[in-house]
């Protein structure tokens, strides 16, 4: 591979069952000397395998990934924290003379990546007086007050993200929206990004399907196992992991759950699409299309920034 493509990394995204995964594997069989940083900020935690299509044991042998299985579920796992370990591992993989290729759908996380975001710090005693407040949306309305930009780019019922909004707002004095160079402003960067894209109902078929791969494949035991564990926060909010641990509480049926979970993916996967599309850096290509392809869309960006 050039020196020159070492120094453009590639970030494939997209939304939630959209092939990045596969497609990144692809092009790490063409070219044997990428290897992929996952973008995901579920795949960060172990034992939630099969729910976070997290990369196969023979996958991870095939191709080196980065990123994956990093905390217990019990944790939780920061925005910062994911930066400052992306960092480290793609350094990593320059050292040894290979290139990173990015991979997965968490929009805040990439930003973080690619943009080098300023992050706020920590509040941890702010943060345990707010969590004492049951009610999400009187968090929120709060948070309106104080933060008006940052209320109105989050659900009022998002209680991690809210609450983490009014953490570091009344913590620090400074409205959370106020960090970075903010998230609508789109500074070149040297990576190359392009973004997956499906028919709306074609990714709803996909996201339908792959719930259903995914209990054959013996899900609804991950979600037990877990559940005995004790998730954290954060992990048991996962997509099809909060719908199946209601479940496991006999708090509803497995069909129930599963609907569940499939509209609230659906929903998600409509966000996602939305966050990239708002990025002008971003390259749009119509599924399905081969991993040679892409390596030529990243070796025709390479020619037009002169690389």
Not at 132 to 158: I, Q, S, Y
Request: charged share 25%; with cysteine; aromatic share 6%.
């Amino acid at each position: 591979m050039s020196r020159e493509r070492a120094d453009l990394p590639l970030v494939i995204l997209g939304a939630t069952a959209s092939g990045k995964s596969s497609l990144a594997l692809s092009i790490a069989a063409i070219l044997s000397d990428v290897e992929l940083v996952s973008i995901d900020s579920m795949q960060v935690y172990r034992g939630m395998d099969i729910g976070t299509a997290t990369p196969t044991a023979a996958e991870q042998a095939a191709v080196r990934h980065h990123l994956i299985d990093l905390v217990d579920a019990s944790e939780d796992f920061a925005v910062g924290t994911f930066q400052d370990a992306a960092r480290s591992a793609m350094a990593d993989i320059r050292s040894r003379g290979c290139t990173p290729v990015l991979v997965g759908g968490t929009g805040l996380y990439l930003r973080a990546v690619i943009d080098d975001l300023e992050l706020p710090g920590r509040f941890p005693e702010v943060a345990a007086e707010l969590d004492a407040e049951p009610d999400t949306r009187a968090l929120h309305e709060r948070l309106l007050v104080l933060d008006p930009v940052a209320a109105g780019r989050m659900e009022p019922t998002n209680r991690r993200r809210v609450l983490r909004a009014l953490e570091v707002t009344v913590g620090s004095g400074r409205a959370f929206s106020s960090y970075g160079p903010g998230l609508e402003q789109y500074e070149p960067a040297p990576f190359v990004q392009v973004s997956l894209r499906w028919p709306r109902e074609t990714i709803n078929e996909r996201i339908e399907a792959r719930y259903a791969r995914q209990l054959d494949e013996g899900f609804l035991a991950e979600v037990e196992q877990l559940a005995a564990l004790g998730p954290g926060r954060t992990a048991a909010q996962a997509l099809g992991y909060r719908e199946l641990l209601r479940h496991v509480a006999g708090e509803c049926s497995l069909d129930e759950a599963i609907d569940q979970a499939i509209l609230r993916t659906r929903r998600f996967a409509r966000r996602q699409e939305r966050w990239f599309r708002r990025d002008p850096r971003i390259t749009w290509l119509d599924m399905p299309v081969d991993a040679d392809a892409v390596i030529a869309r990243w070796d025709t960006e390479r020619g037009l920034r002169g690389a």
